[in-house]
């Protein structure tokens, strides 16, 4: 396993980087003391700031394919490949993972896509990451390697660990290795795109959502609620998806225009640059909500964010908006989500500002501490991303 | 026997008329669809609601009495067996569809409400809850949560778990909370999804939130016979590998199509050796030409009779010879036992030649219907229990269960473990795996009250080691050592 002493972050130890499962059990077994774990570091900024701890464990070596048979359409890889890489081989089987969190673009791995549990707009058609994990390796926090699943996409032999990784931010265990389904690329993608308001465009969504059409993604993006694009993508057979193309313009309305090939990807890359601002602009905050689709549009415009970027997705009810990085705008916001009865959790957050990073904590946060209990008993992993839920001072908003 | 006072309790907790303590009636309740296994529970109890449900679970939580969840009683794992002295909280009285959201293309209902019923309630506003479980019309959806169900079509749609979005859960201790959400968004890690499928260990959901599908504008389904299994598998590979991802592929064998055909006259041509049904949805032009694709690997393969649905009654005719395999082999044998397992389908016609040796050497039949797209067999061993055949007919039951994993597989592609096959799960995980599960119960039950003895293997049930030994698939790949 290669070691090495600094990480670029507040660690006073050793940087861990096993290869493979043994080395990954080695890393964990092997060290004492609280452990970030650390995939592509493209969420660094997500959820609550960690504290510092002396063991990192970095699974940027842990890449590879484990086993691929086009054939069964399923892949086993480890955690740490970034997923574009794998996208990239089976690109050459006209396979792939049906997801497109925003991030994979800057290396995000398998196994950090799990435990942020991203997702992009292609989750209207297949959901996020776990809906498409079959099988899983984990290592606790002592060491202890456990398996869930298995290489078959059905499968309800015993307790679905897997799951309770998925949003996790490795408080729980090291994702080791990753069983994922896939599915075929389709021949076909056409775009439709109209500029409009963020109202206008959920009114045709709500249309589009009332056809047979069947779109892969419909998103709105644009800088404030009034100015922006409405995206809708279809996949399919070549003549199929164009027909159907023709009648999504259709039912836009004048204004809207198809897009193809490089147009089509750069109109996604301009969402998609909304929804990735990690890069951009120290000063901002980016909160990620969730709630009932009807109702996104009224809380994006509670939350009345100041002309810096709003993505939306308009069927699914997930949306990333940019706001000041100030508590008491943050603190706001997730009360307008909340009120809405939906989900919001800080992603990217200048390292300087101290803001409430998690909305309302779930009513079963009680169960979680006692899974994080029975999983990681001496508090190792990931400590301070869940702000106060394990340590029971969950007292409203973003304890912090 | 339970003490007075949780009687008591119970009678306090969901009314007195709500309580069964008559040993006849009590009798209803010993076993599920498997009815191999049996047990008289102490008490049932029938709650109006989830208030009621709650106080049930709390009472049996103070006076640390085990219970057990149960909706239509059609599961066939087993894993509704009552526990002796224990209670069953029956959620057949919570049948109430809550709400239909056609707007943001949702249901909201009770556990007790039929699988079916749901798409009932939500076909007016050209919407259908996907998953289909050949046991729609009398299963519950609470059950289905349970088992995570899939169906013949979660092939293209997925199972129980990606249609779920959010469960009122009453918990082991008796409190209420609520997993998942409005989205598929959650906050933090994803305990609505290890919830679904948990086979009713961790609690008790009480509401369901769905997503609901809008309708295909189209659907076509055909029939095709083939000279061997091997062909048909060959088939399904071949729609797979073109890139086509149909609603439905599924095989039956000789012996399940005479069975079939005995039972309910839907048209399949007796002694072919296997039969496929494949259905398309979609857009029209889309799911025209790919049908068009589908009936040239059809022919590649060696179709000796290629059947296209004209209407949907046609296509209904062709769908109750499927689904009506199970039951129909009641007419070509005295008794019969139904497995589930799961394999990788590339190796489908493997499986099935050892299934078949496996079968002459234990001198019985066993008839194939599966979900060939997704690799979940259904092999039906048939057997005569009267000429004394009953153990033998389970051994090979379980060996082909277990021959599933072997080549890669699973034990249970959506019947679950159960009390069936908890002992068969070392097969499939390790110690230490089955122990990291046994930590996650813990963490929502830590007084192992609720469903004890299901899914995971127990020393009661399996005797004192919880299985032979076996070393775990990443020891024999030389990745792990025994530590």
């Known amino acids: ?79 740490g490949t970034p997923l574009a890489d794998l996208q990239r081989e089976l690109a050459g089987n006209r396979q792939r993972v049906a997801f497109d969190a925003a991030r994979v673009r800057r290396g995000a791995t398998v196994g950090g896509l799990i435990a942020t549990a991203d997702s992009g707009p292609l989750a209207l058609a297949y959901g996020s990451l776990r809906d498409l994990v079959i ?39 090291l994702l080791a290795e990753v069983v994922l389904r896939l599915h075929p690329v389709p021949a076909a993608s056409v775009t439709v795109r109209l500029p409009c308001s963020l109202a206008a465009a959920a009114e045709r969504a709500a249309e589009l959502a009332s056809t047979s059409l069947e779109p892969v993604a419909v998103e709105w993006y644009g800088s404030g609620v009034t100015e922006g694009h409405l995206l809708v993508r279809l996949e399919g057979t070549a003549e199929g998806t164009e027909a159907r193309a023709r009648a999504v313009a259709e039912l836009l309305g004048p204004g809207a225009f198809t897009v193809r090939g490089d147009e089509a990807d750069a109109a996604w890359r301009e969402h998609a640059d909304l929804v990735d601002q990690t890069g951009n602009g120290a000063e901002a905050a980016v909160l990620r909500i969730g709630c009932r689709p009807s109702r996104l549009p009224g809380v994006l415009a509670r939350i009345d964010p100041p002309g810096t970027g709003v993505t939306a997705g308009l069927l699914t009810g997930i949306a990333t908006v940019t706001v000041p990085a100030e508590p008491a705008g943050v603190a706001v916001a997730h009360t307008a989500v909340t009120a809405a009865g939906g989900t919001s959790v800080l992603r990217h957050h200048p390292a300087t500002a101290e803001l409430p990073a998690w909305g309302q904590a779930p009513s079963a946060v009680a169960v979680l501490r006692a899974l994080k209990k029975e999983l990681d008993p001496d508090t190792r992993l990931a400590p301070g991303r869940f702000g106060a839920w394990f340590t029971g001072n969950t007292g409203g908003e973003g304890a912090r | 026997m339970l003490d007075a006072a949780v009687r008591r309790a119970l009678a306090d907790a969901v009314g007195a008329e709500n309580v069964i303590s008559d040993p006849v009636r009590l009798r209803t309740y010993e076993c599920d669809g498997l009815t191999g296994f049996r047990q008289v529970p102490a008490l049932v109890v029938l709650p109006r609601d989830a208030e009621a449900v709650a106080a049930a679970v709390r009472a049996c939580h103070e006076h640390a009495v085990p219970f057990v969840a149960r909706g239509a009683g059609t599961g066939l794992s087993g894993g509704a067996v009552p526990v002796a002295d224990g209670v069953v909280i029956s959620l057949q009285r919570l049948r109430r569809i809550v709400e239909i959201d056609p707007v943001d293309r949702r249901a909201v209902v009770q556990p007790g409400v039929t699988n079916l019923d749901i798409t009932r309630a939500a076909a007016p506003y050209g919407l259908y809850y996907a998953p289909d479980p050949s046991s729609q019309q009398v299963c519950t959806i609470g059950g289905n949560v349970a088992e995570n169900s899939g169906g013949a079509h979660c092939l293209k749609y997925g199972f129980t778990t990606n249609h779920v979005l959010a469960l009122k859960v009453v918990l082991p201790d008796g409190s209420m909370v609520t997993l998942g959400g409005d989205t598929g968004e959650q906050l933090g890690p994803d305990l609505r999804g290890v919830f679904l499928g948990s086979e009713g260990t961790l609690g008790i959901a009480c509401e369901i939130t769905l997503r609901l599908l809008r309708a295909p504008e189209t659907v076509r389904t055909l029939l095709a016979d083939f000279p061997s299994v091997r062909a048909a598998g060959e ?49 029209a032009a889309e799911c025209a030409e790919q049908f068009e694709q589908v009936k040239a690997i059809c022919e590649r393969h060696g179709c000796t009779r290629l059947h296209i649905a004209s209407d949907s009654a046609e296509r209904a005719r062709i769908w109750k010879g499927r689904k009506a395999a199970f039951a129909a082999v009641g007419w070509i044998s005295p008794d019969y036992i139904v497995q589930d397992g799961v394999v990788p389908r590339t190796r489908l016609a493997e499986v099935l030649d050892r299934i078949g040796e496996m079968g002459r050497e234990a001198g019985l039949r066993v008839a194939n219907v599966f979900h060939a797209g997704d690799g979940n067999l259904h092999p ?104």
């Open chain 1, 135 to 173: 099988g899983a390796t984990l290592v606790l926090a002592d060491g202890t390697i456990a398996r869930t699943g298995g290489h078959v996409i059905k499968n309800v032999a015993g307790y679905d660990l897997a799951k309770v990784t998925h949003g996790s931010y490795g408080a729980l265990g």
């Open chain 1, 1 to 79: 396993m290669t070691t090495s002493k600094t990480s670029g972050r507040e660690t006073t130890g050793p940087v861990l980087q096993p290869a493979d499962l043994r080395e990954a059990h080695e890393a964990l077994a092997g060290s004492v003391g609280q452990v970030h774990v650390r995939g592509g570091g493209t969420a660094d900024g997500w959820a609550d700031a960690l504290r510092p701890a002396p063991v990192t464990v970095d699974t940027t070596r842990l890449t590879g394919i484990l086993a691929y048979n086009p054939a069964d359409m399923t892949v086993a890889v480890r955690a």
């Open chain 2, 380 to 483: 039906l061993v048939l057997f005569d229990d009267d000429a004394g055949e009953a153990e033998r007919a389970e051994e090979l039951s379980r060996s082909i269960a277990e021959l599933c994993v072997e080549l890669g597989g699973s034990l249970s592609g959506e019947h679950g473990i159960g009390t069936d096959k908890a002992c068969s799960m070392p097969r499939m995980f390790g110690e230490v795996d089955l122990e990291v599960m046994g930590r996650l119960r813990s963490a929502f039950d830590p007084r192992q009250l609720c469903n004890p003895g299901k899914l995971l293997p127990t020393p009661r049930l399996c005797g004192e080691r919880p299985g032979p030994y076996r070393p775990h698939p990443l020891e024999e790949a030389g990745v792990i050592e025994r530590l």
């Open chain 2, 235 to 283: 088939v399904v590979s071949g729609i797979v590998g073109a890139g086509i991802v149909p609603a439905a592929v599924e095989m039956m064998d000789a012996l399940a199509i005479e069975a079939a055909e005995k039972a309910v006259h839907a048209g399949y041509t007796l002694d072919t050796p296997a039969a496929l049904v494949v259905e398309l949805d979609g857009p």
